[in-house]
């Protein structure tokens, strides 16, 4: 079961801030008992938070390590729940794809402020594939807001996080 491997891999009580302990109580499991879509919203989305708040490099190096960690849980997530289809829930876009999909700026403006790879073809192909099929179709071209504006928003973040 996929959340086991959550907890196992992704140590969910790091997360107690968020609210995540326990909360396999509250999100429902596929006919398979995976809880692929819980991903997103459980671990994936705080993950990426946590490398925000974190102070220092090393610190910081290490948060985006996790995240890593979990788009490689999320890479077999996305395998399971798109059965080889070109979105998590088939043919055509579904709400996991936005949810996700709502992440994807973010994660090009992570990758250029740290210099680090996120959507790795070699760890993650079928999200890296995901990523262009979901960026290229028609509903999304042009909705998703372009990473020089985010490493904009992300310096005023730290500006103002350090005056305080």
């Given at each position: 079961m996929l959340w086991q491997l959550l907890e196992m891999e992704l140590d969910l009580n790091l997360f107690p801030q968020h609210g995540f302990v326990g909360v396999?109580?509250?999100v429902d499991e596929d006919e398979d008992g995976d809880l692929g879509s819980a991903v997103v919203v459980?671990?994936?989305?705080?993950?990426?938070m946590e490398t925000r708040k974190a102070e220092g490099v090393e610190a910081k190096m290490a948060a985006f390590e996790r995240v890593?960690?979990?788009?490689?849980v999320l890479e077999d997530a996305f395998a399971k729940c798109s059965k080889g289809k070109d979105f998590f829930g088939g043919d055509s876009i579904?709400?996991?794809d936005i949810a996700f999909g709502c992440c994807l700026g973010w994660i090009k403006a992570s990758e250029?402020?740290?210099?680090?790879?996120l959507l790795d073809e070699?760890?993650?192909?079928?999200?890296?594939?995901?990523?262009?099929?979901?960026?290229?179709?028609?509903?999304v071209?042009?909705?998703l807001p372009e990473t020089e504006k985010l490493?904009?928003?992300?310096?005023r973040f730290q500006t103002n996080a350090k005056a305080q």
């Amino acid at each position: 079961m996929l959340w086991q491997l959550l907890e196992m891999e992704l140590d969910l009580n790091l997360f107690p801030q968020h609210g995540f302990v326990g909360v396999d109580s509250i999100v429902d499991e596929d006919e398979d008992g995976d809880l692929g879509s819980a991903v997103v919203v459980v671990v994936f989305i705080p993950m990426m938070m946590e490398t925000r708040k974190a102070e220092g490099v090393e610190a910081k190096m290490a948060a985006f390590e996790r995240v890593k960690e979990g788009l490689v849980v999320l890479e077999d997530a996305f395998a399971k729940c798109s059965k080889g289809k070109d979105f998590f829930g088939g043919d055509s876009i579904g709400y996991l794809d936005i949810a996700f999909g709502c992440c994807l700026g973010w994660i090009k403006a992570s990758e250029k402020m740290v210099e680090v790879v996120l959507l790795d073809e070699t760890k993650t192909p079928g999200l890296v594939g995901w990523a262009e099929r979901f960026c290229s179709h028609d509903a999304v071209k042009g909705t998703l807001p372009e990473t020089e504006k985010l490493l904009e928003i992300a310096k005023r973040f730290q500006t103002n996080a350090k005056a305080q």
